[in-house]
Every structure is written in structure tokens, then in C-alpha cells.
């Protein structure tokens, strides 16, 4: 079993930044990807940005205020948000794919992670 968990989420005015983690733990022999996704009420979960052995992948609106950053030997992927603004008010979820330590795939999703911007 993988367990994956953010922290990092709150209420920042526009303009403002927030960093978002997340750490993976359990039965894991290796991770394919690492990413971040949101969803806000009444809208699909989208990605926000990923991390894979084929390299970064960011959502369209990102336009170059989010970074993403992981560490392979912590299992954690971080999420550098600057500029935000209303329009990112959303849940944040971190999701991890992989191999199991039984040689299974696997792909775990976090709780979630509220981040709210007011204008």
C-alpha cells in the first residue's frame, strides 16, 4: 500500500505565493511520476504540473508561475506557486504512479490540500 500526503495549502491574497508538498511512503519499489493536479467546484480535476522520467509537464495556465521540484530519494514532489490568483482557488491533489515493492503498478492520490486566493 502507498500513502501520499500534502501539506502546504491556506489562503493567500493575489499576488502572493504558496508552496505545496507532498511525501510518498509504503510498499514502493519505484516512481514513475510525480505531479500535482486541482479541482474546483463544479469543474474536472486538471492538471497542474508533473514530474516523469520523460520530463516537466505544466498545465496550460500555469504560464511559468508554478515550479515543480521533486526529490527522488525523499519521494517528495514540491510545488512553488507564485503570482496566484483567484482563477487558482481550488482543491490541490498530489498523485504518484509507480511500481509496487510486489511488482504492481500503482497510483495513489493524496487527500487534497485547499488553496484559496482572494482578490
Known amino acids: 500500500q502507498v500513502q501520499v500526503v500534502e501539506s502546504g495549502g491556506g489562503l493567500v491574497q493575489a499576488g502572493g505565493s504558496l508552496r505545496l508538498s507532498c511525501a510518498a511512503a509504503g510498499n514502493i519499489f519505484s516512481i514513475n511520476a510525480m505531479g500535482w493536479y486541482r479541482q474546483a467546484p463544479g469543474k474536472q480535476r486538471e492538471l497542474v504540473a508533473l514530474v516523469a522520467s520523460g520530463g516537466t509537464k505544466y498545465g496550460d495556465f500555469v504560464k511559468g508561475r508554478f515550479t515543480i521540484s521533486r526529490d527522488n530519494a525523499k519521494k517528495t514532489v514540491d510545488l512553488q506557486m507564485n503570482s496566484l490568483e483567484p482563477e487558482d482557488t481550488a482543491a490541490y491533489y498530489c498523485?504518484?504512479?509507480?511500481?509496487?515493492?510486489?511488482?504492481?503498478?500503482?497510483?495513489?492520490w493524496g487527500q487534497g490540500t485547499q488553496v484559496t486566493v482572494s482578490s
Open positions: 498523485n504518484v504512479a509507480g511500481i509496487s515493492t510486489g511488482i504492481r503498478g500503482f497510483n495513489s
